[in-house]
C-alpha cells in the first residue's frame, strides 16, 4: 500500500503534499494567504476544505493530471459531498441534470457508470485524434 493509498482525508492529503514539497504549515499558509491556525485545523480535519482557496492550492502544492481529481473528491468528501468543482457544471446543464437524476431513478451500477465513462473517454481520444 502507497502513501497515496492511505491517505483518506482532504486535511492528510495536504498534509502529505506540504511536506513532500518541504513547505511549512507556516510558509504554505502564508503563499495561501490563510493563517497557520486555519491551515493546521484543515490538515486536522477540523475545518471542511476551503472553496475559495482550492484553485490556488492546486497551483501551490504542483497538483496535476488525475491527482486534481482525486483533490476535489477529497475536498468534496470533507464538504458533506458536495463537491465544488462539479456544482457549477450540474448547475449549468440541464442534461447532466436530467441524465443524474435518471441514472440515481433506475440504480445504475458501477459497472455501468464505468462502461459510461469508457465510452465517453473514447469519444473524447477519437476527437482529439481529428483535430490534431
Known amino acids: 500500500m502507497t502513501t497515496r493509498d492511505r491517505i483518506c482525508t482532504f486535511g492528510e492529503y495536504i498534509k502529505a503534499r506540504r511536506e513532500a514539497l518541504g513547505k511549512s504549515i507556516r510558509g504554505l499558509a502564508a503563499e495561501l494567504e490563510i493563517t497557520p491556525a486555519y491551515l493546521s485545523d484543515i490538515e486536522k480535519g477540523y475545518r471542511y476544505a476551503p472553496e475559495k482557496h482550492l484553485v490556488k492550492m492546486i497551483v501551490v502544492l504542483n497538483i496535476t493530471g488525475e491527482d486534481i481529481n482525486r483533490f476535489y473528491d477529497l475536498a468534496g468528501q470533507s464538504r458533506n459531498n458536495n463537491y465544488p468543482d462539479l456544482v ?45
Open 88 to 132: 457549477d457544471y450540474i448547475g449549468s446543464s440541464e442534461k447532466a441534470r436530467k441524465a443524474l437524476r435518471k441514472a440515481r431513478d433506475i440504480g445504475i451500477s458501477d459497472s455501468q457508470w464505468q462502461e459510461f465513462i469508457d465510452k465517453i473517454s473514447k469519444t473524447s481520444m477519437l476527437t482529439k485524434s481529428h483535430k490534431g
